[in-house]
């Protein structure tokens, strides 16, 4: 007989707002109004907009406010966060005009309010009732046309949101409250909610979200590895058994950071045997305190190393003649898309807990930073826009 290991203890279910929409359960969340005559939707179809709405974000991009005339989107208006910068942009068939503040510190995680403000060609954009830019769009059209449906917090995969840049075009990691069109409040049920849920009462901190049974992060498309790199990331886990990273060549060249029984293990394989850096713990439940823990790895050649907070690191012995992992692949963060079996792994579970401050280095080399709340890819019971566990 064997004892059952204990399980972290789980956090509370953090407390919701009712009647405020939260997004970022995936890349695509969104909420769907019609616009139709009559309606204060159907007021955005002018030569005038006075639009005002109510936004509060963890994490530094996505689309807060989009609609377009379909399919050619030559009329639209649109509102995103774009490196934690509020940018708005609008055409009426012409000229675009986009709107953007100089500072970029709109996802402290605090409620902002934005007022777009359009007359013809003319607009400006006050942020927390402040004016933050002000322009003129080029040509002569003046009425928004045609307007049929509007997104909020996010558009549906098939939608391409093309008058946004690519790397804010995800669903809004976030919260919007209190959209007014002419100040009145919208007054248009919603059509569809598309992974969308109430927003948290507390400000989540910044990071992206492992639920229960887990999911992944695809945040690189061609990660390369080499003689030599360095990954560091923050953890607060909800169990102590979970893959955290993997990335893997067709030649079987690899690397894995994995947590077993509260044990953070990093692997490596250069083609010449596999290299292991393990930091133990006596107690699986060490790390599952509430707090984030910096876990630092390293390969050096034929060399690997771990460090979990300050405690002294861990390195492997060199082994074999090779020195580079051959690796030019994608880097999963979590678990892994069914039908994807990385090598090297020997958890069986996807990591569940919250996730931060993913850095790559190589040596000489600036830090790169790899978006987790941006990914190119993801599936799961992830969460976007933020740790909501205290
Ligand atoms: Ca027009
Ligand atoms: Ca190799």
Known sequence: MTTPLPTCPMPDDPAELEDVLGFGLDLNSHALYRIRRPSTLFKLISSKTELKFSFRASNPNGIMLY????????????????????????????????????????SDGKWHTVWLSREKVDGTLYVDGIEVDSGKASGSPTYINSLERLFLGGVPEEFDAKRVPASSKNSFPGCIKNVTVDDQKINTPVTNLYKAQNCYRDSPESGVSFKNGGGYLKVADKYSVGQRQE??????????????????????????????????????????????????????????????????????????????????????????????????????????????????????????????????????????TLYLANPLMMGGNLYLGGCPYK
């Open 67 to 106: 609609t377009a005339n379909e399919p050619s989107q030559t009329d639209f208006l649109e509102c995103h966060l774009e490196g934690s910068k509020v940018a708005c942009s609008f055409s009426a068939g012409r000229g675009t005009l986009k709107l953007i503040t100089p500072a970029a510190t709109y």
């Open 231 to 368: 990954i560091s990331l923050e953890i607060k886990l909800t169990s102590h058994t979970g893959l955290l990273l993997s990335s893997w060549n067709a030649k079987g060249d690899y690397i894995v950071l994995e947590m077993s029984k509260g044990n953070i293990i990093f692997r490596a394989e250069n083609g010449g045997g596999q290299l292991v850096a393990q930091h133990s713990v006596n107690d699986p439940l060490q790390f599952c305190d509430g707090e984030w823990h910096k876990i630092q790895v390293w390969k050096r050649n034929n060399i690997v190393q771990i460090q979990v907070d300050e405690n002294p690191s861990y390195e492997s012995v060199p082994l074999g003649a090779q020195t580079s992992a051959d690796i030019y692949d994608p880097l999963y963060v979590g678990g892994l898309p069914v039908g994807e079996a990385a090598k090297g792994v020997t958890v069986t579970e996807g990591y569940t807990g919250c996730v931060r401050n993913l850095i790559s280095k190589k040596p000489g080399g600036d830090p790169q």
